[in-house]
């Protein structure tokens, strides 16, 4: 009763259309997550995100659950999960996807790490909206969760003008295992929010690589095909 008097007067509106919440539904409208444009990666080891990383670092799996669409509204719900502290959406998102990885070739995964981001972005953030995103999956999988194993050890410039080769070279060597005895000899499932030409995750598994007996796979929560 008190929910339904609050919502009254602060409803709860769809991040992708604007549209009102109804009770029933959490933190995006049905209409929306029924056209939510899903990849179907995970149904297919040889799809078009394992490619990326063919002959640059060795993935043993990789997904995207989204595909991303500039103007579209999963632009506007990832833009609400990365800066507007929605991280009850991300959570939802990432479980959504969780519960498709569960059951392919996925569920051989047995820690969940997030790319993590540089400490002065996330003191201003507030948040890594990777880390928002693995929980859900990690709900979903019932795969535990570490946010700490690895870390960045400088901040890179924005990726979001740079061409394939700029990407690639904006992120090497900037990521470290901070607690390589959390990952040896695991099956690490690497998460990210929105995945382009892979630079970022490259860097990102080949630091993960270097420690003894580890696996990677990789799951974004949306895949940008635009350089």
């Given at each position: ?106 569920s051989q995964t047995e820690l969940i790490v997030p790319v993590p981001l540089h ?54 060597s900037i990521f470290e295992v901070t607690k390589p005895e959390l990952l040896s ?43």
């Amino acid at each position: 009763m008190i929910k339904s008097i609050i919502e009254l007067f602060y409803p709860r509106i769809c991040p992708g259309c604007n549209t009102v919440l109804v009770t029933a539904e959490k933190n995006i409208c049905t209409s929306c997550n029924f056209h939510l444009p899903r990849t179907g990666h995970w149904e297919e080891k040889d799809n078009t995100i394992a490619k990326i990383f063919w002959g640059r670092v060795q993935i043993e799996n990789a997904a995207a659950y989204l595909f991303f669409q500039k103007k579209g509204r999963l632009q506007k719900i990832i833009h609400e999960i990365k800066y507007k502290n929605q991280k009850e959406l991300g959570i939802e998102l990432g479980r959504m996807f969780g519960n498709e990885l569960k059951k392919s070739h996925f569920s051989q995964t047995e820690l969940i790490v997030p790319v993590p981001l540089h400490p002065s972005r996330l003191k201003k953030r507030g948040y890594n909206q990777s880390e928002i995103i693995a929980k859900g999956i990690s709900e979903a999988m019932n795969i535990p969760i570490e946010p700490n194993a690895i870390g960045r050890i400088s901040e890179n410039k924005s990726q979001t003008t740079k061409s394939r080769y700029e990407r690639w070279e904006n992120v090497q060597s900037i990521f470290e295992v901070t607690k390589p005895e959390l990952l040896s000899g695991k099956h690490v499932l690497l998460v990210d929010d929105v995945l382009t030409t892979g630079a970022t995750i490259e860097a990102c598994a080949t630091a993960i690589l270097k420690v003894p007996g580890t696996k990677v796979s990789v799951a974004s929560l949306a895949y940008s095909s635009k350089n």
